[in-house]
């Protein structure tokens, strides 16, 4: 990952500020890994303090040393153990947070007991949606990285084309596509925002409404920290009897989909629309950045408006026995509307 600027951790710390203030909340601590490096700029074994209206302070178990030269953070400092997380807050903070907010999502329930424990006199709250909400508007700095983790997802998409048309399919294909992406720095890690959830870098099924031959293949990239996924049905060589106006029809409903996210628009607005179609396809999307499944995520964030600067991976399917072909792509929503990253 590249050091993330002063500026840049700035600019986020104090938008949660902005929600902490709101919300009269006065402080909270982040735990999770992605959200700890998305505030501090390191991801190594830590806990970070943001107080709403005065400096963060970062605690380092280990790597301080790693920690310090990642983090441009200004109060940064080393710990033995957990247990001293109360006391380096006394000392900054000289009072007890009447109300600490936690990532009541994403953190175990042992975990949140530790540290409600911790903090036995404060009002425990839930700070996820406002740090969920922060994160899911991209700054140019970020843009820039998800544009490079597209570049390199259009840059496989042609080598598994290349590779398929050689008759390469099956568990080979995958294997060299997966070699090929790791070649090209994938990080191999790809995090998904949920309890144990996991997701391949490749996956490969075929797509029998379409012919003998043909194949839905979906990437997702994982280069800088930042995800992309990609969703194409491949023809192979020897395809047979494939059905172009069933895959025609798919796109150009994907098309009219994205002509309609913009800022504003809804998840909700969009399923409402397509079961208008009566076409029988199926909605699916989340935000994608630090993780997979940021919100907005289709069927949960329902009501929760787009806005500049978030980015989406949208995917469509026909609602049918097996779930047929699924196209997927990943882009950016301006003032203008849905763009995709890659070009």
């Not at 969009?270 to 950045?289: A, M």
Request: aromatic share 8%; glycine share 10%; with cysteine.
């Amino acid at each position: 990952m590249h050091p993330v600027p002063l500026e840049e951790i700035s600019r986020r710390i104090s938008r949660l500020q902005g929600y902490l203030k709101d919300r009269d909340i006065d402080a909270a601590l982040i735990i999770h890994r992605p959200n700890l490096y998305y505030f501090s700029g390191t991801a190594q074994n830590a806990v970070l303090y943001i107080p709403r209206s005065s400096e963060p302070l970062l605690m380092v178990k280990k790597y301080y040393p790693r920690a310090r030269k990642e983090s441009p953070l200004r109060k940064v400092t080393g710990m033995k153990g957990l247990r001293e997380i109360r006391e380096k807050i006394d000392a900054l903070s000289k009072g007890n947070p009447g109300r600490l907010g936690l990532e009541l999502d994403t953190i175990p329930v042992r975990e949140a007991s530790f540290y409600s424990a911790m903090f036995a006199a404060s009002e425990i709250l839930d700070v996820s949606p406002f740090i969920m909400r922060t994160r899911s508007i991209k700054s140019g700095w970020e843009i820039s990285k998800l544009r490079e983790t597209a570049k390199r997802s259009a840059l496989s998409f042609g080598h598994a084309k290349a590779l398929f048309s050689q008759g390469i399919e099956g568990p080979s294909l995958s294997a060299r596509l997966e070699l090929f992406m790791r070649r090209h720095r994938h990080q191999a890690m790809i995090r998904i925002r949920g309890f144990r959830k996991r997701m391949r870098p490749v996956s490969i099924s075929p797509v029998p409404s379409l012919g003998s031959g043909a194949i839905l293949l979906q990437l997702t990239w994982a280069y800088l920290g930042y995800h992309h996924l990609e969703g194409r049905v491949l023809f192979g060589y020897d395809a047979r009897g494939h059905s172009p106006k069933r895959l025609e029809a798919l796109s150009q409903t994907l098309l009219e989909i994205k002509s309609l996210v913009k800022p504003g628009a809804t998840w909700g607005d969009i399923s409402s629309w397509l079961e208008r179609q009566g076409e029988g396809y199926r909605l699916f999307g989340c935000g994608v950045g630090l993780e997979v499944m940021e919100v907005p995520v289709a069927g949960e964030d329902q009501e929760l408006p787009f806005d500049d600067g978030m980015v989406l991976a949208i995917g469509i399917r026909p609602n049918s026995p097996g779930g047929g072909a699924c196209l997927m792509e990943t882009g950016l929503i301006t003032k203008d509307g849905f763009s995709l990253l890659r070009t």
